[in-house]
T-cell receptor, first 117, second 109 residues
């Protein structure tokens, strides 16, 4: 099956710093990538959808100036959490859709655990 | 609004069978997915249904009734490693996944 990698897997940072998370599709071209956030014991919450070469579409309530998304190529999307605060501590997961597939399965990266002190 | 409902938690015995139900109300329908998620890990794909009926894949089967807005995931011959959360997700008319809150399945020896 298709593989999506995510880096780093875990990051601890001080309040006020920025953190960049990378999401890569390793063996397919991802026309669309998704960024999710998951708080403990809650379901996935879609933050934004990004298509290669265009601006991301953010879900209601997600600050686009705080969560910067760049999808510069068909295999790489990045999420930058700017001026992170403790309430941003969460599990961030990316997923990618294979444009060559018949149906629209999303392949998930392993996730990034962000802890803001 | 769009809504996915599934039980919060279920308990079953090793070796037994368990059925996890999911009901949905969405704007449009382009398929229903079941994912398994172990604690601290990302979801992994289990099944996809877009037509009515039963899809069988090894110990796991998934059923869909579009007219009833209903699906279930059936797990047979339960193993301890099946202890996880099971997420139901529906792809709406905009090809966005709408997620249920997940069902935590606890397997007891």
């Amino acid at each position: 099956g298709a593989v999506v990698s995510q880096h780093p897997s875990r990051v601890i940072c001080k309040s006020g710093t920025s953190v960049k998370i990378e999401c890569r599709s390793l063996d397919f071209q991802a026309t669309t990538m998704f960024w999710y956030r998951q708080f403990p014991k809650q379901s996935l919450m879609l933050m934004a959808t990004s298509n290669e070469g265009s601006k991301a579409t953010y879900e209601q309530g997600v600050e686009k100036d705080k969560f910067l998304i760049n999808h510069a190529s068909l295999t790489l999307s990045t999420l930058t959490v700017t001026s992170a605060h403790p309430e941003d501590s969460s599990f961030y997961i990316c997923s990618a859709r294979d444009g060559g597939q018949d149906y629209n399965e999303q392949f998930f990266g392993p996730g990034t655990r962000l802890t803001v002190l | 609004g769009q809504n996915i409902d599934q039980p919060t938690e279920m308990t079953a015995t090793e070796g037994a069978i368990v059925q996890i139900n999911c009901t949905y109300q969405t704007s449009g329908f382009n398929g229903l997915f079941w994912y398994q998620q172990h604690a601290g890990e990302a979801p992994t794909f289990l099944s996809y249904n877009v037509l009515d009926g039963l899809e069988e894949k090894g110990r796991f089967s998934s059923f869909l009734s579009r007219s009833k807005g209903y699906s279930y995931l059936l797990l047979k011959e339960l193993q301890m490693k099946d202890s996880a959360s099971y997420l139901c997700a529906v792809m709406d008319s905009n090809y966005q996944l709408i997620w249920g809150a997940g069902t935590k399945l606890i397997i007891k020896p």
